[in-house]
């Protein structure tokens, strides 16, 4: 073999870009930090009435994380739009005074740029969240907000996703007047989650010849389960359901039993506390039960992954999806797949 030639390791491209992530997240808090509390600024002296938050895919799960925020924080009604009412029905909503913010880490698919057009042309204050400042998206709405993830070549988002949530919470916090000082030790935290690497490679030997996986969390976590659920699906092609465990006792607890793989986010604050009664009744049904949360809970569980005590749990987010990204690559190099190319996938979805 020349020294010219390449040699294509799988999964090359998606591990290098979930390392990157403490220096995106350090990059967004020195760089970008100020832009943010300046759009922020702006849009909070024009005091919109409610929220509406529009995305796809991995950006929807960053999506529903801000909706927490949102009304959690600031008190103020939010949605998750549908827009296929507009591209596809024609709907032409009232939104004066509205805020849509539309996330998407190409800023490319034509129903994001469509609606959130829409919606401008509509009275909304448009704000958009991408991690290209010259997309589409970025042209038509009125405020940009850059994650500054830089180019992300694997197709599983993982550092963009990141991104987005640190993006999102200081959005919100510049909406209220806060400081965001509870993300400030978050690139530390996440360098030393990432360094764990062989605790997770030891734990997805579990799920190396799993047929199905239920994920399920509370509150913030519940974002969390969303996009654990779908990087395992994209990569392992494995099928995995994410509820929150609200939902998951409204039925679907049936559908679990003593060999059912369930991985549970437990959230440190009231969403654990939401939680505990769910696992409660994993437990009791023997589920194979392993925890992402504090020490005390993966000693109750199965198996887990601890996550660093005393951090807030509005940020929390933010690093709990960082071992289960791990997860979906070493499960997928386990059963011998690519997790760099999942197929029938593009990284630019062209939806309409």
Known sequence: M?????????GRIMAAEMAEQPAVLQRILDEGAPKIREIAA????????????TARGTSDNAALYAKYLIEILLGKPAGLTSMSTTTAYGAKPD???????????????????AST????????????????????????SEFHIDVLAGPEKALPATKTYTAELLALYLLVEGLRGGDGSAAKELPALAAGILARQAEVKALAERYRFAQRLVI??????????????LKLMETTYIPASPFSGADLLHGPLAMVDNVSPVIAIVPDGKGGEALQP???????????????????????????FALPAGVPEEVQT??????????????TIARGQDPDAPRALAKVTETH
Do not use: C, H, W
């Open 318 to 331: 933010i690093l709990e999806i960082l071992p289960l990204q791990q997860l979906a690559y070493e499960v």
């Open 216 to 229: 399920t969390s509370r509150g913030y976590g519940y974002p969390t389960a969303r996009e654990a659920a």
């Open 42 to 53: 702006e849009i909070a002296a024009r005091n919109p009435r409610f929220v509406l938050l």
């Open 95 to 113: 939104l004066t005074d509205v805020l849509v913010i539309t996330v998407s880490q190409s800023g490319g698919s034509p129903d994001l740029v």
């Open 278 to 304: 769910v696992l409660d009744r994993l437990r009791g049904r023997g589920a194979d039960l392993v925890v992402i949360g504090q020490q005390a809970q993966v000693d109750a569980a199965s198996a887990g």
């Open 2 to 10: 020349s020294d010219t030639q390449t040699v294509s390791v799988p």
């Open 117 to 140: 057009k829409a919606a401008r042309e509509a009275g909304a204050i448009t704000l958009a969240v991408t991690n290209n400042a010259a997309s589409p998206l970025a042209e038509v």
